[in-house]
């Protein structure tokens, strides 16, 4: 075969193949260990294959997420702290995904850069691992894309996506009535929803991400990129002993956006902003951005990362079931007549 004058190759255009291959040879093992019930075969191939029967379901409703984790990438980008970035992205899927009452079966993630770095793409896609694997859902596949001119040196972009299944008939919400309780689950920080914010306010305070932080150990970047908790396993187990009747999970728009996502349209919420702890760090985003409690409270998560709606004579016992498996549980208020939600309290 004749070459054109200049012999020019992908490589010399920015896309390295090799440098790819070499990524999904390093990741296979991570990528084994969340292996589950119903993973037919490992990474590599056009596309991947999963066995609903070998999962367990006899009449099965499929049901799908996708999330990223969005500008919280900068911080992680500008600091070089990138595995927790990859359990965010498993957390944003598969905790919405549990909010229909499914259970998060498979995963496959999309990384794209300008040019692949293969030391922070693996550590990205093990955290991705990591967050599968602790919710017990396969990371049957994904694609790593380099696209030169698209990005800025080091950076990239995540994109995640789960799928789930529920025997027919187990769909959520169900059931909600005036009179059911509000149960909270805590988060642990900001989780990966207002970063454009969060940047915002740490750069009015003149600090930078390897500075000291105001409201707790370590650096104010190590503090912003603690991941996003994952409610799948604690979540399942409640909707599975019974008195379930909503999830709502607790991201961008805050209580006030998304608990009304899982109520009929006649009822509302009222919730007791005294019933939990503010966490210190939005303390100090509040105070340093100069905010009010409606504002945090459409913007953030606040402390609270999921609110699971109860029957009111199961909220008992589904609270102890949660704090037996290591959740710190907030009863935050009640499903009422009248839409939107009400608070009372003070948010502190």
Same mark, same amino acid.
């Given at each position: 075969?004749?070459?054109g004058?200049?012999?020019?190759?992908?490589?010399?255009?920015?896309?390295?193949?090799?440098?790819g291959?070499?990524?999904?040879?390093?990741?296979?093992?991570?990528?084994?260990r969340?292996?589950?019930?119903?993973?037919?075969?490992?990474?590599?191939?056009?596309?991947?294959?999963?066995?609903?029967?070998?999962?367990?379901?006899?009449?099965?409703?499929?049901?799908?997420?996708?999330?990223?984790?969005?500008?919280?990438?900068?911080?992680a980008?500008?600091?070089?702290?990138?595995?927790?970035?990859?359990?965010?992205?498993?957390?944003?899927?598969?905790?919405?995904?549990?909010?229909?009452?499914?259970?998060?079966? %498979?995963? !496959?993630?999309? &990384? /794209?850069t #300008?040019?692949? @770095?293969?030391?922070? *793409?693996?550590?990205v896609?093990? +955290?991705?691992?990591?967050?599968?694997?602790?919710?017990?859902?396969?990371?049957?596949?994904?694609?790593?894309?380099?696209?030169?001119?698209?990005?800025?040196?080091?950076? %990239?972009? !995540?994109?995640? &996506? /789960?799928? #789930?299944?529920? @025997?027919?008939?187990? *769909?959520?919400?169900?059931?909600v +009535?005036?009179?059911?309780?509000l149960?909270?689950?805590a988060?642990?920080?900001?989780?990966?929803?207002?970063?454009?914010?969060?940047?915002?306010?740490?750069?009015?305070?003149?600090?930078?991400?390897?500075? /000291?932080?105001p409201?707790? @150990?370590?650096?104010?970047?190590?503090?912003?990129?603690?991941?996003?908790?994952?409610?799948?396993?604690?979540?399942?187990?409640?909707?599975?002993?019974?008195?379930?009747?909503?999830?709502?999970?607790?991201?961008?728009?805050?209580?006030?956006?998304?608990?009304?996502?899982?109520?009929?349209?006649?009822?509302?919420?009222?919730?007791?902003?005294?019933?939990?702890?503010?966490?210190?760090?939005?303390?100090?985003?509040?105070?340093?951005?100069?905010?009010?409690?409606?504002?945090?409270?459409?913007?953030?998560?606040?402390?609270?990362?999921?609110?699971?709606?109860?029957?009111?004579?199961?909220?008992?016992?589904?609270?102890?079931?949660?704090?037996?498996?290591?959740?710190?549980?907030?009863?935050?208020?009640?499903?009422?007549e009248?839409?939107?939600?009400?608070?009372?309290?003070?948010?502190?």
């Open positions: 075969m004749s070459q004058k200049n012999s020019i190759t992908y490589a010399d255009a920015g896309v390295d193949i090799d440098a291959n070499a990524l999904v040879e390093r990741i296979k093992p991570a990528a084994k969340t292996d589950r019930p119903g993973t037919m075969a490992g990474l590599g191939g056009f596309g991947a294959l999963f066995d609903l029967k070998a999962a367990g379901y006899e009449d099965p409703v499929l049901v799908a997420a996708t999330d990223g984790v969005g500008t919280k990438l900068r911080i980008i500008d600091t070089g702290f990138y595995g927790g970035v990859g359990i965010d992205l498993v957390a944003m899927c598969v905790n919405d995904l549990v909010c229909q009452g499914a259970e998060p079966l %498979f995963f !496959l993630d999309y &990384f /794209a #300008g040019k692949l @770095e293969l030391d922070a *793409a693996a550590e896609i093990e +955290g991705i691992a990591e967050g599968c694997e602790a919710a017990n859902t396969a990371l049957i596949g994904g694609e790593t894309a380099e696209m030169p001119g698209m990005y800025p040196p080091g950076d %990239f972009d !995540l994109a995640g &996506f /789960a799928v #789930g299944a529920m @025997e027919r008939g187990g *769909a959520l919400p169900d059931g +009535g005036a009179g059911d309780v149960l909270g689950l988060s642990n920080g900001v989780h990966s929803n207002g970063y454009s914010l969060v940047r915002r306010i740490v750069e009015m305070s003149g600090l930078g991400w390897s500075d /000291a932080c409201w707790g @150990e370590g650096t104010l970047g190590a503090q912003l990129l603690a991941p996003t908790r994952l409610y799948v396993t604690p979540a399942l187990q409640a909707i599975r002993a019974g008195g379930v009747h909503a999830l709502a999970h607790i991201t961008g728009g805050g209580l006030t956006e998304n608990l009304p996502r899982v109520l009929p349209e006649t009822l509302g919420a009222e919730i007791d902003l005294t019933a939990w702890p503010l966490p210190p760090v939005f303390g100090w985003l509040r105070e340093e951005g100069g905010m009010d409690a409606a504002e945090m409270l459409k913007t953030f998560n606040c402390g609270i990362g999921m609110v699971l709606v109860v029957d009111a004579a199961a909220a008992e016992a589904l609270t102890a079931m949660l704090e037996s498996a290591g959740e710190r549980v907030h009863q935050i208020g009640r499903v009422s009248g839409q939107g939600i009400r608070y009372s309290g003070t948010l502190a």
